[in-house]
């Protein structure tokens, strides 16, 4: 439809995308959440061999739908959890890190840590340096053994 005659501009073909978006939002960010329930239930839970996979699955929605709606810091948490699954790390912190990565989206989810810049920066820094502390510990005690 663009580029027939009379069709739609870019921009308003942006415009309308943007507004059908927008329609959905309340509904995505009540299906990220209960996406992070999920998660966050599976991780009390006994793990079996699939537990992997669905916690990827899973932050991998958010991740796409935070991405979605521009709620960047909330998908770059989503996807480090992602990355850190990938990696197939089993170390005795595996499951505070996949912790960690969880509370760091649901805090990003938070009014007013999702409406202040500095705030989500934060949760972002934090997240990472926890990460890289868990992984030093693991390596510590490793070498230890």
Do not use: Y
């Amino acid at each position: 439809m663009l580029a027939a005659p009379g069709g739609m501009t870019a921009e308003q073909a942006l415009a309308s995308a943007s507004i059908a978006l927008e329609a959905v939002r309340d509904q995505t960010m009540a299906a990220v959440d209960e996406k992070l329930d999920r998660m966050s239930a599976w991780l009390k839970s006994p793990h079996d061999e699939e537990f992997d996979s669905a916690v990827h699955r899973l932050s991998n929605d958010v991740m796409n739908e935070g991405g979605a709606f521009g709620l960047t810091e909330l998908a770059n948490a989503a996807h480090s959890l992602c990355v850190f699954l990938d990696s197939g790390i089993r170390t005795p912190s595996r499951l505070k890190i996949i912790g960690v990565h969880l509370d760091a989206m649901r805090a990003l989810r938070q009014p007013a840590v999702s409406g202040d810049a500095s705030a989500r920066a934060a949760v972002q820094r934090g997240l990472h340096d926890v990460v890289r502390r868990f992984a030093a510990d693991d390596a510590d005690a490793k070498q230890k053994a």
